[in-house]
């Protein structure tokens, strides 16, 4: 047996311990779903994560190890909790639109052990994360290009029963898509969403395409491979295209390669445990103040004061008092005691707001990383 053989045959034993520790391990996660589910208690408890990911990345000898190690433990967490809201029925995660839709596909990544289940609007996801039909909420929130959804933020200020529990960012890339042995020459119309149309004009003029509006993405891929019309094109993801069996005409149709959607994760405040506030974690909050001058430059000028950056702010119209605003902001947590920073400047916000609500305090980073 040579080194290889070696080195293989001793990763197998390894290998076929850790299956037998993985199988008594989910047993415990087991009881510990069993124990929340008794008492109440959220899956999610990520002061405790932390905790674990702190004491058994020191117990590595070898420190170079420790990145990855955490790496796995990281992924070893995401698949106890998939397992605890199996456990507990609690394992249904929502999005608007068809199988193969941005929304899905972030939903996958972020959940890829849950139950997907669609809805027609915004409003019906909202609606079955607050009657607890769906643990989760999946919401495109922002685009690099089109900026804000607003119909989105207002819906969370329309639910003050939820909260966000995550926000992650997921490349959008375009294609062009076609039934099998079309050829781009003999393309005439291009279906798709309005603004995945309006990211693709450049494309779009330069070929002399007609547009058609339609009400997403993948949807527009889904109606093109049912039509059997090999004039007609879809602009989505090479996701879609494998879903419904299309060609790839052209890739990255979309003007701007660096475009990107920001999604939510939506959830019900009751069964999220609060995340505690740290370095460079994200803190949200939706205020409003009286409509007098100076009122919204004083917020301002506390978050300021209380070393918060402010990522971004965006005003909205207040329900039904004609032309007075509500505010949403995005602060970043400070490096130094964030915590005790919080309170204070939370503190601080009472007092200057009208009304002030914590939408959320949570971290961000890449879909692929399941929550």
Partial sequence: MDQLQQARAQIDEIDAKMAELFEQRM???????????ATGKPVFDPAREDAVLAKNTARLQN?????????VLQGMMAVSRAYQRSLLGRDTAAYQGVQGAWS?????????????????????????????????GVLPFENSNAGDVSTVLDLLYAHPELCVARMCDLPIR????????????GIRTVVSHQQALAQSSVYLKTHGLATRVWGNTADAARYVAESGD???????????ARLYGLQILAEGVNEDGDNTTR???????????????????????LFTVDHKPGKLAGVIRLI??????????????????PFEYYFYVQLVCPDADAPAACDALLTKLQDAC???????VFATGPADEPL
């Fill in 304 to 321: 300021g004061e209380q070393g918060f950056n402010m990522e971004n702010i965006k005003s909205r119209p207040l329900p039904h008092v």
């Fill in 27 to 37: 047993i415990a996660v087991g009881q510990v779903a069993q124990y929340k589910a």
């Fill in 263 to 285: 999604f939510i994760v939506v959830t019900r405040s009751d069964a999220a445990a609060p995340v505690p506030p740290a370095p460079g974690r994200r803190m949200a909050l």
């Fill in 354 to 360: 009208r009304t002030l609500r914590v939408l959320g």
């Fill in 174 to 185: 375009q294609d062009l898509l076609a039934l099998p042995g079309a050829e781009l020459s």
């Fill in 104 to 136: 899905h596909i972030a939903l996958t990544r972020l959940f890829p052990f849950a139950r997907a289940r669609a809805y027609d609007t915004w409003a019906e996801v909202f609606d079955a994360v607050s009657a607890g039909d769906a643990g989760f």
């Fill in 63 to 71: 420190r170079d190890l420790r990145g990855y190690y955490r790496t």
């Fill in 230 to 240: 090999k004039t007609l094109a879809a602009i989505a993801s090479a996701q879609t």
